[in-house]
Structure formats: C-alpha cells, structure tokens
C-alpha cells in the first residue's frame, strides 16, 4: 500500500479528531479516545463530566460525546465551540474538526471506595 499520509507504519487507517493526534508515534483512534478520556474532566469540568464521555472518534474525524440525557445533549451543542476550545488547550493540538452530542451509554464510574469499617469497641 503506497503511504498517502492516511495510514500508519503497519498500514491502518489514520483516523486524525484533533489534527494531529494520529501523527504521535502508535496512537491509534482507539489511543486518541483514551487520551480525549483522560483530559475530558479537565477540559470541560467535573461537572460537565459527570454527564458526558467523549466515546469514538467518527471515520471524519468528529468526536462523538455520549451525554446521559436530552437536556445534556442540547446543552453541549450550545456549546460545542467551548468544548473544542478547552479540548485544544487540554491537548495542546488543533481543535476537533468537529464534535457531536448524542444520548447514549456512559462509562461506569465507581465511587470513591467506602472507609474501613471501625474495629469493635473494647468491652
């Protein structure tokens, strides 16, 4: 396969959603989703996090965000051009080309672990 620039060493599609994401050495879609996973909650706040995930990266590039409701997806389209901005500055990379919001699953987040149980009191 002749190396257009759309594929890698091992001749894998590059699937690029923030402009240069795929030219790190080994970074796979699945690697740039981990790494969007893993400054979300940065990039857009806790709050936000709570309720969306960045979940795959769309053959053109667009980031899809799964957000847990309605109210979540309209939210977040209001205010896309913020969240690619953020994302840019998390990523030190060129915004996504482009960003969706759609009602769907989201990671299971564990809650912090409970304390040890307190030891019996002497009788």
Same mark, same amino acid.
């Given at each position: ?14 699937i690029?959603?923030?402009?240069a +994401? ?10 740039? @989703?981990?790494?969007?996973?893993r @400054? ?7 709050g @936000? ?14 980031? @899809? ?10 939210? +977040?389209? +209001?205010?896309?051009g ?15 080309r482009? +960003?969706?919001?759609?009602?769907g ?19």
């Amino acid at each position: 396969m002749a190396d257009d620039g759309r594929t890698d060493a091992r001749g894998l599609r590059r699937i690029d959603p923030t402009g240069a +994401l795929s030219e790190l050495p080994g970074v796979s879609a699945a690697g740039a @989703v981990l790494i969007l996973g893993r @400054v979300w909650p940065d990039a857009v706040g806790e709050g @936000v996090a709570a309720h969306t995930w960045p979940a795959r990266i769309a053959r053109d590039g667009t980031v @899809v965000v799964h957000c847990s409701s309605s109210t979540w997806v309209s939210e +977040l389209e +209001l205010m896309a051009g913020t969240v690619a901005r953020r994302l840019q500055e998390a990523l030190g990379e060129p915004e996504p080309r482009a +960003l969706r919001f759609r009602l769907g699953p989201m990671p299971h987040r564990t809650a912090s672990p409970a304390p040890a149980p307190r030891p019996p009191a002497p009788d």
